[in-house]
């Protein structure tokens, strides 16, 4: 069987999401990849429901809320991100803090106060970009910009080897004709196209 990226992915949060059931049958607390694997595990089996945006958020939500988890999985898993696959598209999820606020104990994730510029010392271009489909389009943090959805309209040569400045993760969205100003940042390293 040939399973693509992706589906690699969802075997194993499947995997993962079992045994953390297995593990809360016999009344344990789930560990921080158990208690993530599960929440994931739940939002992508209410969307393949065929479960609106927010019925998946709320599914993903309920079951962190109910879930025992071992002390300190709130400090580590301070967010989860899952792409799940909608009847409109891809979608990204964004969960802050699902476990409860963290204490602050070991593994916690501290985060400094302001923002904090993101490669800064990259060439940035900012272009119109209009949606002419009838549906929505998004487009993801790293994708090749002159390479996203032919029903997005810009000049294409000037996004050439550029990315939206996004943080890695995020996503950005335009409604059937919809325009946004978009920032676009240089790709880097020996590779860079």
Aim: glycine share 10%; aromatic share 6%.
């Amino acid at each position: 069987m040939q399973l693509n990226p992706t589906e690699q992915d969802r075997l194993l949060v499947f995997t993962t999401a079992q045994l953390a059931r297995q593990t809360l049958a016999r009344g344990l607390a789930l560990n921080a990849p158990e208690a993530v694997a599960l929440v994931c595990d739940e939002m992508h089996l209410e969307a393949r429901a065929g479960s609106s945006y927010a019925e998946v958020l709320a599914a993903g939500v309920g079951v962190a809320e109910r879930t025992p988890v071992l002390d300190g999985v709130a400090a580590i898993a301070v967010e989860i991100r899952l792409e799940v696959l909608l009847e409109e598209g891809t979608r990204l999820f964004v969960l802050r803090e699902p476990f409860g606020p963290g204490d602050g104990g070991p593994g916690a994730v501290r985060f400094a106060s302001g923002d904090v510029p993101l490669v800064p010392d990259r060439e940035r271009r900012r272009l119109t970009v209009r949606n002419t489909s009838r549906r929505p389009v998004r487009v993801s943090s790293h994708y090749p910009f002159w390479q996203v959805n032919p029903s997005l309209e810009f000049d294409r040569e000037a996004a050439r080897g550029f990315r939206l400045d996004l943080p890695a993760g995020d996503s950005l969205r335009w409604a059937p004709g919809q325009e946004h100003q978009v920032e676009l940042v240089a790709y880097g390293g020996a590779g860079a196209p």
